[in-house]
């Protein structure tokens, strides 16, 4: 099993900055994914950036079109962390964001779906004010 911790949300003005965490505790998996993933009251669970690995160094990333060049995604290898930088946030960012983990080899691919994740987080609070 893997437990999945998110931190890092909360309310912010619109053009600011936030950095999401999400710790992994657990079963250790040395190649996988994890993602985020958020969802807007009475909207579906979309896909936001992932990240996979197949060691140590050698990471793979892909984001959502409506967040290229705004939210980065990182992983600290050795606090089993994964982050995301969002920057030049939009009202239309505000959602509950999910972390989520895959323990599957994924190479150099991405995935981007949910049902590509077994693990999820609980959710943080994203509210961007205009």
């Known amino acids: 099993q893997v437990q999945l911790v998110e931190s890092g949300g909360g309310l912010v003005q619109a053009g600011g900055s936030l950095r999401l965490s999400c710790a992994a505790s657990?079963?250790?998996?040395?190649?996988?994914?994890m993602g985020w993933f958020r969802q807007a009251p009475g909207k579906e669970r979309d896909f936001v950036a992932a990240?996979?690995?197949?060691?140590?160094?050698?990471?793979?990333?892909d984001y959502a079109d409506s967040v290229k060049g705004r939210f980065t995604i990182s992983r600290d290898h050795a606090k089993k962390t994964v982050y995301l930088q969002m920057n030049s946030l939009k009202p239309e960012d505000t959602a509950e964001y999910y972390c989520a983990a895959s323990t599957y080899y994924w190479g150099a691919s991405v995935p981007t779906r949910a049902a590509n994740y077994e693990y999820w987080g609980q959710g943080t609070q994203v509210t961007v004010s205009s």
């Open positions: 657990g079963r250790t998996f040395s190649t996988g994914a």
């Open positions: 990240i996979s690995w197949i060691a140590d160094n050698t990471y793979y990333a």
